[in-house]
């Protein structure tokens, strides 16, 4: 196992990472009551065996298993965890276990930070993307109808357990997906990455570590910034782009890796005309990003595209906040206006 300490400015907590490390569930929640929030996906697969072995511990449980699928991150599924908990007879004292990917960590993360102002809540992510990007750093929230995340708040977790046994049961297109957040860290400066990569996806054994590589790069800038306000946003290369192409297709035609991809490349290609980017870093960029079989191919008319960043929350006065490179490993913010925008695609 490889233990990883987060030392976020609000709270401090351990990520553990490794081959059977959700069955440290039980030491992290200790007692009293925890509430299991999976989603149609994960629930059939693993919520059997955490119950169990939180019972076998004394814990009293209950699951909370909600619809899959990024178009269900909403108020609705906030508010009907809340009612769940509430029926349980959950208190502040109790935990809030989330058993799933992005979506499922982010809904149940809101819903423990809301319910009676914040319960104890537990990050055991089962994709690549919550392992190495989206269950460290305290980000929880869901989408409206107008963005992405508009509603949310940054609360840490206890623990955040990464048990690599998960990713045998990940579909092909769900480990492709995560390997583009993966890719970001490298062009964040992670260059530790690129060398556990093969062609098309991790190379064999490298799981944890890559998974450590990243979450370390993170809890380096979450200890730095928790809440955004400076170093932390360029953890968000890609995603403004990412955001508003989820949002263009309903959530329905890409997921959020696969958006992130696309993303990615389209910030690389922005700082390259706008003269921010040189083409051998974005070039270099682009090669990993071809070796770990990310596709990055879209056709959105620019002006539609932007019209969906308009609603980014990163979005300030007339203009954007928009994350390029100046070279790999030296991300920059940039404020450009929307017309600006629309003609750098």
């Known amino acids: ?154 609360y840490q977790p206890e623990g955040v357990l990464i048990d690599t046994d998960f990713l045998k049961t990940l579909p092909g297109r769900e480990a492709r997906a995560g390997l583009s957040e993966v890719v970001k860290y490298f062009a964040l400066g992670e260059k530790g990455i690129a060398p556990r990569l093969q062609s098309g996806g991790i190379s064999p054994g490298e799981e944890a570590e890559l998974i450590y590589l990243c979450c370390r790069a993170k809890a380096d800038v979450v200890s730095r910034d928790e809440r955004e306000s400076g170093a932390r946003m360029a953890l968000n290369f890609g995603h403004t782009f990412g955001h508003a192409i989820e949002k263009y297709f309903g959530y329905s035609r890409y997921n959020h890796g696969e958006a992130v991809a696309i993303g990615m490349r389209l910030a690389l290609e922005t700082g390259v005309r706008l003269g921010v980017t040189p083409e051998g870093a974005a070039r270099e960029v682009m090669e990993v990003a071809e070796n770990a079989g990310l596709d990055t191919r879209l056709d959105i008319p620019p002006r539609e595209l932007v019209r969906h960043m308009s609603g980014d929350k990163k979005r300030s006065g007339d203009g954007i906040a928009l994350v390029l490179l100046r070279g790999v490993g030296d991300a920059v913010i940039k404020e450009m206006g929307i017309k600006e925008l629309e003609a750098s695609l």
């Open 1 to 154: 196992m490889i233990k990883l300490a987060v030392r976020a400015p609000s709270k401090e907590y351990d990520v553990t990472i490794g081959r059977g490390a959700s069955g440290l569930l039980p030491r992290v929640v200790r007692d009293g009551i925890a509430a299991l929030v999976t989603d149609s996906n994960t629930g059939p697969l693993y919520a059997a065996r955490a119950l169990e072995s939180l019972k076998k511990a004394g814990v009293r449980t209950f699951e909370s298993r909600l619809p899959a699928g990024e178009e269900h991150k909403t108020l609705d599924a906030v508010g009907r965890l809340c009612r769940d908990f509430a029926a349980m007879g959950l208190r502040r004292r109790d935990s809030v276990v989330a058993l799933g990917g992005g979506v499922v960590g982010d809904i149940a993360g809101f819903a423990a930070a809301s319910y009676m102002r914040g319960a104890r809540f537990i990050q055991v992510p089962t994709t690549l993307v919550a392992m190495t990007d989206s269950s460290v750093g305290g980000k929880t929230g869901v989408n409206l109808p107008e963005g992405k995340n508009l509603v949310g708040a940054f």
